[in-house]
């Protein structure tokens, strides 16, 4: 299957109820993510994180959903053709 370049945000509302089950998902999808880079945004209440990403769809796919199953938690992403 082909590999894709891509970019996953992620904004995190209730940052102290779900770091510990984010934070596994993430380490379990570690050799698809380049990158992170992570924000709290304390005026909100929120974290804003950022990941840069190199797998196939079914990879990518796997790790948004897992994510945005969490509540509190919405994600977007953009992938290359």
């Known amino acids: 299957m082909e590999r894709r370049i891509g970019v996953i945000g992620i904004v995190v509302e209730n940052r102290k109820e779900v770091s510990d089950k984010l ?3 993430l380490s379990e999808h570690g050799d698809i ?3 992170r880079m ?3 945004y304390r005026e909100r209440g929120l974290c804003v ?7 196939t769809t079914d990879e990518i796919g796997a790790l948004t959903g897992k994510l945005g199953a969490l509540s ?3 994600v977007k992403s953009a ?3």
């Open 23 to 25: 934070n596994k998902i």
């Open 33 to 35: 993510i380049v990158g």
């Open 38 to 40: 992570g924000i709290p």
């Open 49 to 55: 994180i950022a990941l840069i990403v190199d797998g």
């Open 72 to 74: 509190g938690v919405k």
């Open 79 to 81: 992938l290359t053709k």
